[in-house]
């Protein structure tokens, strides 16, 4: 009766519309933090699984292109003096303060993601003459050379961090939470379709006979250099939308929360998790590990670093014996294999 | 007479101090069946990766199609429609059979007749290159768990899916069963009946002699030999090259 595709967008929205109208009814901030991290992680594996999963170039920056989009926000939060902001005047039309988080909010994920974006593209340039091994420490190196940038840049805080005071209310939410919470909402669902939207195009099919044989893509006529630019782009672009709203979420960043090695460890952990070849495994490994970990965060079980632990040991396990994740576990046990 | 096809003019290549290729020349013709022999480290390898743009040549001029290929990367060269297999196979393994002819197709193919294929063209022209290759009922298999044969096969498959003028068959037959032999060089016979000219880098003899129309033999980075086939194998110089004095 419907497309695939009509299919996909139905679900999607379905599911939005119930995560959000199910964390609203639940009324508790709990949840919804709760919630939101978990959509994050939506965003920064299914964002990494574009270059790493499909393409084969495993990037250990996703901390960088996150605290990116994070900064980018800080920046121009201090440069518009958007603090003190109290109504916008536009020749004659004014938005009232409850407006003007539906302004400010969506500009600042849409500038997150272009300077990540473009940050993308510059180390794509940079570095994708690295293969394998290389190529990953190369954006290890990167994150730690941004890091130590945005460390001895006052202007947005240094090594003390940047407070960004949201707007107190926003017309047609219960909080400024709610709202953010909202546009993350947003942003994962796009991630989501834009992840399997690659994978259904040409961009997709090019960046998995890059991950299979490069030599032998650029021999079958696929355009590596210009496809895993793509790639680098599109995937720093979303992990720094992601980024962009941490500021309005958390009201503070610094350098240490925003780098942090967890953001990078769990992009790479939630795809390897659920399955790399699939727009869904990001999605599963992401639900799935990010739940546990607030599950056990929240009861105060375990420390932030016995739950990175937690998900090394995890990857281990699933490298040595489900390489295909719980998709290609799945399919196994159905006695498909992996497409 | 026609035009080349092909047409490498004084083609050089070293690799440090070593001069691997010095100042080869050699045409193909549209259509042609060429044979490239030499024995080991003659260059042979060398001069496919040079043609084909994984390697970069140092001195002289290709030019391909009435277009010069120097400073190409092989994505341009397989738009410009030159194809190739490789000595070992190096299929998309983790992909199936049937993706692995649909990557040339959405590219290459794609780029040379200047529109986008739908999905049902794609499937279909894929399993019409898997059928001329006898790959057909194992579409669905991961590349990854095919056989010797089966993989040389792919690599042909996959060469042909970019709908070239020129195949370069690096050695697809090295390795395999006489019967398997036979297989594969009555499949580019059959290619070659299509209109695509193919140049066949063999070490199996009597392949090689079957098969081709003419024979350039390369030694020590040099070009020795070039004419018709039964001419070259009676070359005194040739002989002593292959078999010793």
Redesign the interface.
Known sequence: MFTSNTRFLIGLLIAGATIFLGVKALAEGYYLLVAYYILQYIVLATAWNILGGYGGYVNFGSACFFAVGGYTTVFFYKLLGLQALKSLDFGGFIITAPFIAYLIIPASVLMGAAVSGLMGLATGYLTLRLRGVFFAISTLALTVVVQTLVLNWSYVGGARGAYVMRPPSVAGFASTSEFVFFAMLLIAMAALAIARNVEHQ?LG??L??I???E???????????QLKLQATTLSGALMGAAGALFPYFVTFVDPVGAFNLVHTVNSIAMPLIGGM?HWSGPLIGAVLLGGVQQYFGSKNMVTPELSLLFVGVLMMVFVAIAPNGILGLWQRLRGK??? | MTSPLLRVQGMGKRFGGFVVLDGIDFEVYPGERLGLIGPNGSGKSTTVNCLSGVLSHDTGQISFDGQVLDGLKPHQRAYAGLARSFQIPRPFARLSVLKNIKVPMMFAAEKRSGRRFNEAELEDQAHQALAQVGLLAKADLLAGSLTQIDLRKLELARAIAAQPKLLIADESMAGLATSETDEILALLFQLNSQGIAVIMIEHIMRAVSAFSQRLVVLAAGKKIADGPTQEVLRDPLVERIYLGD
């Open positions: 040409k099919a090019g998995e006979a991950r299979d044989d030599d032998s893509a650029e021999c079958s006529g696929v355009p590596t250099l070849t294999d992996v497409k």
